[in-house]
């Protein structure tokens, strides 16, 4: 009953309700969130440490989302096919005899 007051603020009733099952998967779900948190917070003092060592940081030397930089690279492939594709038409305003 104290992990579940301590670690999930719960109430005896509430403790008393779950399967010894949920309460272990809930305690340790809560140590991982924790851990979760203390590296979050790590990382935020690096990057304002950084910030303020460097004399004008951009946001991307400090930290360049996953799914942005994916996304950009799908997106220049896909600029790279597009171009290549359009490549085999003429624009120039002549055309062309096909045989």
Known sequence: MFAGWRYL???PD????MTP????????AQEKRKQDE???TATYIIWLTKADREKQ?????LYTHP?????????AEESRNNA???????FN???????
Do not use: V
């Open 9 to 11: 603020k719960l109430t």
């Open 14 to 17: 509430k403790i008393y309700d």
């Open 21 to 28: 099952r949920e309460f272990t998967l809930l305690i340790k």
């Open 38 to 40: 203390r590296h979050e």
């Open 57 to 61: 940081p951009k946001p991307t030397d």
């Open 67 to 75: 799914d942005i930089e994916a996304e950009l690279g799908n997106k």
């Open 84 to 90: 290549d594709w359009l490549s085999q038409f003429n």
């Open 93 to 99: 305003g002549k055309e062309e005899a096909y045989d």
